[in-house]
C-alpha cells in the first residue's frame, strides 16, 4: 500500500509560496536527482501543457527529463506528464494534482497530494483523503513550506 504525503498550502502562501504546480516541480525535480521515476497526473490536457512549460522554466543546472504522455522516447522519461491515468503504470511515485482522487494500482509506492488555501480546492483535497484513508493508505500531512526548509526540498 502507498504512503501519501499532503502539502497544506497556507492563505499566506498565496502570493509569497508557488502554487501546486510549482510544488509538483520542485518535487519532481527531486525525485529525479533521486534517481526515482515519477508520474504528474494533472486534470486537463491544458495543465499538463503548463506543467511541461514550468518544467521547461527550470534553470538549465536544474534540468529535468521529462514528457507528456505519448511523446518523446519509447520507453518514456523520469518525469511523465499526463491528464489520463496510463494503461501501464511504472513510475513508483505519483503527484496528483488531479481534482478527483485517481484510482491507482498497488505499485504504486508514493503519493504527494496538495490542500490549496481556496475552500473549493481544500474541500476536493479532503474528499481525496478521505478516499485515501478509506482505502488504508498510510496518511501524513505537511505545510508546503517544508519543501524548502527541509531535505525535502533538497533530496526528497
Known sequence: MADVTFYLLE???????????????QLAA??????????ILCDSQ???E?????????PANAFVPHN????????????????E??????????????T????????????YDFV?????QKQHARDRYKHYRAAGYQLDTRPASSLDESEHGKDL
Open 116 to 120: 490549496p488555501a481556496e475552500e473549493t
Open 68 to 83: 507528456l504522455s505519448g511523446e518523446g522516447p519509447p520507453r518514456g522519461t523520469p518525469v511523465q506528464i499526463s491528464w
Open 46 to 48: 491544458q495543465q499538463a
Open 100 to 111: 478527483q482522487c485517481p484510482s491507482l494500482p498497488g505499485s504504486v509506492r508514493q503519493i
Open 85 to 98: 491515468l496510463p494503461q501501464r503504470l511504472s513510475q513508483p511515485v505519483v503527484i496528483n494534482l488531479q
Open 50 to 58: 503548463q506543467m511541461d512549460e514550468l518544467l521547461w522554466q527550470l
Open 30 to 39: 527531486s525525485l529525479y536527482r533521486q534517481k526515482q521515476a515519477c508520474l
Open 11 to 25: 492563505q499566506e502562501e498565496l502570493d509569497h509560496k508557488p502554487a501546486p504546480q510549482a510544488l509538483a516541480c
